[in-house]
């Protein structure tokens, strides 16, 4: 069985039942499939699942939709890698960076530059000195 057919009629489903629009066609999630990596971050797609119980596999694609209210279309859909579809949520791109840049900086040794809870993204305080900056 071709997987973009699968992709194309479980991602219609969804569309219909949460009433939005959907032009995606099955071309679209075969040359992106054939691609082989998720759009957004580059790395390479899992299109088994993982383990005996067919649990989604972190690494399957899946179709985010770039404005996470709006429709299922060629326009505001790239396919992605699950888990980070599941960490964007509806956050999207900007609020997932700055958590990856928070997580990077501080593995080494780095903490997030902050004014009243909200990230500074590219600017990072060093452990010893909360008063010095240096770009990321």
Not at 2 to 19: E, H, L, M, Q, V
Not at 20 to 25: E, G, Q, R, T
Request: charged letters at 20%; a positive charge.
């Amino acid at each position: 069985r071709n997987p973009a057919s699968g992709y194309w009629s479980s991602t219609k489903r969804n569309a219909a039942d949460i009433g939005v629009a959907f032009d995606l066609d099955v071309e679209w999630f075969r040359s992106r499939i054939a691609a082989g990596v998720c759009e957004l971050s580059g790395l390479p797609f899992e299109l088994k699942t993982a383990g005996r119980l067919r649990k989604r596999n972190p690494n399957t694609p899946s179709v985010d939709r770039i404005n996470a209210g709006g429709p299922y279309t060629k326009a505001n859909c790239r396919l992605i890698l699950w888990w980070l579809n599941a960490a964007l949520s509806n956050r999207g791109d900007e609020y997932a960076i700055k958590v990856f840049q928070a997580v990077i900086a501080k593995r080494h040794g780095l903490l997030p530059y902050t004014n009243q809870g909200d990230f500074k993204i590219g600017y990072w305080a060093p452990f010893e000195s909360a008063n010095s900056h240096a770009p990321f």
